[in-house]
């Protein structure tokens, strides 16, 4: 099977970014940046929410063409928890809502938008979107995190807070 080179390249105003599966982590979602299945590169907005291109390959397949529901609600996941993380908030997931609007045809690049919606005490929410070619939302999700105590991650919570302190030391102003 011939896999076509999907184009991951961030929109004008993303600078690239990593999230804690950067941090010796290997992701379960996005953890094959070759593979046949899903192949994500994410990016900061100017807002600092979180944004992605997302490509889901023939190993995605669910509905003949097109791509399996449980590929989309975990890059959805991955990319509510990303936010979480990249909001400074060390926390794990209690709840995941996926809305799917559209099915995905199969070799799709998606545009992911994530971010936190409301901080209460140790409960962090947060949104994200699947939207393709012309506007088209393909998925939407919402998310409720609990923050827990960094010293549950191990030696990873340092390794992420480090990431994170140097991504924000990079940002312009």
């Not at 105003?13 to 290997?26: C, M, S």
């Not at 909001?87 to 809502?97: Q, W």
């Not at 099915?103 to 901080?119: F, G, H, M, Q």
């Not at 010293?151 to 992420?160: H, K, L, N, P, S």
């Amino acid at each position: 099977m011939t896999v076509t080179e999907p184009d991951l390249t961030g929109e004008s105003g993303w600078a690239p970014t990593l999230l804690p599966t950067d941090v010796g982590i290997v992701s379960y979602v996005s953890g094959d940046p070759t593979g046949d299945r899903l192949r994500v590169r994410y990016y900061k907005d100017d807002s600092n929410r979180l944004r992605g291109k997302v490509w889901f390959g023939p190993g995605t397949q669910g509905p003949p063409g097109h791509a399996h529901g449980g590929s989309i609600a975990s890059i959805l996941d991955e990319a509510m928890g990303g936010a979480t993380w990249m909001g400074g908030h060390l926390a794990v997931a209690l709840e995941l809502t996926s809305r799917f609007r559209k099915l995905i045809p199969l070799e799709t690049v998606a545009t992911l938008t994530a971010e936190i919606t409301e901080v209460d005490g140790r409960k962090v929410r947060t949104c994200g979107s699947l939207v393709g070619p012309g506007g088209v939302v393909y998925a939407e999700g919402e998310g409720l995190f609990l923050a827990l105590d960094p010293t549950r991650f191990g030696d990873m919570a340092e390794r992420a807070m480090r990431m994170l302190a140097q991504s924000r030391a990079s940002e312009p102003g």
